[in-house]
């Protein structure tokens, strides 16, 4: 079994497109990386364009109060707005100052009381207003996740990070697995699988019978074999992320949060560390099953390019139809594809996504288990048929 083993994984290896596709996609991770890295002055810049904002104000003010007499109403109101804009500004600055010294501890301490002011404009506005205004909630919560998050780092004496362009190791490898890895490390798994499963069949020719094993251990093995490749890829991907960011930024981001929304919809910043084990191994079972499942499809599928594009149009059909259907999505629960999103299942924005609170971490880890199981005895119930 081992020399089969290693005859399998030296073909795979000894493919140049395999390896190009590796390099290839540890080159978008760093091109990824560099791009966040780019983003890291969003709030330096707003900061910038709110003191512009608040001298454009002040000066319009004065224009309209130079066509006014001292005692009227008007003029009070502007005059009036005027000292507001000039309290901005100074907040601003001071934050803007403390921002370019990297002073974070009374950058934090001066963000916070500008967050709480926009907090409580908002707030008041939203009483003013429709209270239904989507808007105006859509930037309450924005405003409650930056402060809960700034607090957060305040409280942890952290560096400052973009909480939406993450570029220190665990962050931005989290980050990096919520929105596009897990898709790239899907079809590189399908794509060299597929390879792994079919490269024995050569024009209705299966090479595997005339090798001295049985049919079982050379199952066991192509199994085993398989499970491998994908979970080799998969933690290939999630390493290279995190050495990147942690070697680019020095920072390995262990102590970073991520931010989550509890029942009542109010944002907690739990550590990256909390939920790291748990979609880790979520991840792990779902491609443990991704593995078995390109197998099965390989019993009915004997060329690789059909096979391919057959494991892609399948899986992801699986992955992006809930969000379409609203039906599916109320079941989509119950699918060990649903998993591929393995980190937005843990932090539940999934669930949230697909309205389906069933969506969790306890729920997932059974269906891919049984899912799993499943596959394991179709495996070697269809190869117990070839053999009889």
Same mark, same amino acid.
């Given at each position: 079994?081992?020399?089969?083993?290693?005859?399998?994984?030296?073909?795979?290896?000894?493919?140049?497109?395999?390896?190009?596709?590796?390099?290839? #996609?540890?080159? /978008?991770? /760093?091109?990824?990386?560099?791009?966040?890295?780019?983003?890291?002055? $969003?709030?330096?810049?707003?900061?910038?364009?709110?003191?512009?904002?608040?001298? =454009?104000?002040?000066?319009?003010?004065?224009?309209?109060?130079?066509?006014? =007499?001292?005692?009227?109403?008007?003029?009070?109101?502007?005059?009036? !707005?005027?000292?507001?804009?000039?309290?901005? $500004?100074?907040?601003?600055?001071?934050?803007?100052?403390?921002?370019?010294?990297?002073?974070? !501890?009374?950058?934090?301490?001066?963000?916070?009381?500008?967050?709480?002011?926009?907090?409580?404009?908002?707030?008041?506005?939203?009483?003013?207003?429709? =209270?239904?205004?989507?808007?105006?909630?859509? &930037?309450?919560?924005?405003?409650?996740?930056?402060?809960?998050?700034?607090?957060?780092?305040?409280?942890?004496?952290?560096?400052?990070?973009?909480?939406?362009?993450?570029?220190?190791?665990? !962050?931005?490898?989290?980050? #990096?697995?919520?929105?596009?890895?897990?898709?790239?490390?899907?079809?590189?798994?399908?794509?060299?699988?597929?390879?792994?499963?079919? &490269?024995?069949?050569?024009?209705?020719?299966?090479?595997?019978?005339?090798?001295?094993?049985?049919?079982?251990?050379?199952?066991?093995?192509?199994?085993?074999?398989?499970?491998? $490749?994908?979970?080799?890829?998969?933690?290939?991907?999630?390493?290279?992320?995190?050495?990147?960011?942690?070697?680019?930024?020095?920072?390995?981001?262990?102590?970073?949060?991520?931010?989550?929304?509890?029942?009542?919809?109010?944002?907690?910043?739990?550590?990256?560390?909390?939920?790291?084990?748990?979609?880790? @191994?979520?991840?792990?079972? /779902?491609?443990?099953?991704?593995?078995?499942?390109?197998? #099965?499809?390989?019993?009915?599928?004997?060329?690789?390019?059909?096979?391919?594009?057959?494991?892609?149009?399948? $899986?992801?059909?699986?992955?992006?139809?809930?969000?379409?259907?609203?039906?599916?999505?109320?079941?989509?629960?119950?699918?060990?594809?649903?998993?591929?999103?393995?980190?937005?299942?843990?932090?539940?924005?999934?669930?949230?996504?697909?309205?389906?609170?069933?969506?969790?971490?306890?729920?997932? &880890?059974?269906?891919?288990?049984? /899912?799993?199981?499943?596959?394991?005895?179709?495996?070697?119930? &269809?190869?117990? @048929?070839? =053999?009889?």
């Amino acid at each position: 079994m081992k020399t089969y083993a290693l005859f399998l994984l030296k073909r795979i290896v000894h493919r140049k497109s395999n390896l190009f596709l590796l390099l290839g #996609i540890v080159l /978008f991770i /760093f091109t990824y990386l560099m791009m966040n890295m780019n983003s890291q002055d $969003i709030l330096r810049d707003t900061l910038v364009d709110q003191i512009k904002t608040e001298n =454009e104000t002040i000066e319009t003010s004065q224009e309209k109060m130079s066509h006014l =007499e001292d005692n009227q109403t008007e003029y009070k109101s502007y005059k009036e !707005s005027i000292q507001i804009s000039k309290a901005h $500004i100074l907040q601003y600055e001071e934050s803007l100052s403390f921002y370019d010294q990297k002073n974070w !501890s009374e950058f934090y301490s001066s963000y916070i009381q500008i967050l709480n002011q926009q907090k409580q404009i908002n707030e008041d506005t939203l009483k003013l207003s429709n =209270e239904n205004d989507l808007t105006m909630k859509d &930037m309450s919560s924005y405003i409650d996740k930056q402060l809960t998050y700034i607090q957060y780092l305040e409280a942890n004496q952290l560096d400052y990070e973009n909480i939406d362009y993450p570029v220190f190791g665990l !962050s931005f490898m989290t980050s #990096i697995s919520q929105v596009i890895l897990p898709l790239i490390t899907t079809i590189c798994c399908i794509y060299i699988l597929t390879q792994c499963f079919t &490269m024995n069949y050569r024009t209705n020719i299966n090479i595997d019978h005339i090798i001295p094993m049985s049919k079982r251990k050379i199952l066991i093995t192509k199994s085993i074999v398989g499970i491998s $490749i994908s979970l080799f890829i998969y933690m290939f991907f999630l390493l290279s992320a995190f050495i990147l960011a942690s070697v680019f930024n020095q920072n390995m981001g262990i102590h970073y949060p991520i931010m989550m929304q509890n029942s009542t919809n109010c944002w907690v910043a739990n550590s990256l560390l909390f939920v790291l084990k748990q979609w880790s @191994i979520l991840g792990v079972l /779902f491609y443990i099953g991704l593995s078995l499942l390109i197998y #099965i499809f390989s019993f009915f599928i004997k060329e690789e390019s059909p096979l391919l594009i057959t494991g892609i149009c399948i $899986i992801l059909g699986f992955v992006y139809l809930p969000h379409f259907v609203s039906f599916i999505g109320q079941i989509s629960h119950l699918s060990p594809i649903t998993y591929f999103n393995y980190v937005n299942v843990v932090i539940g924005n999934l669930a949230v996504q697909l309205n389906n609170l069933n969506i969790t971490y306890d729920i997932g &880890m059974i269906v891919l288990f049984v /899912f799993i199981v499943i596959e394991c005895i179709c495996i070697y119930t &269809m190869n117990f @048929i070839k =053999e009889y």
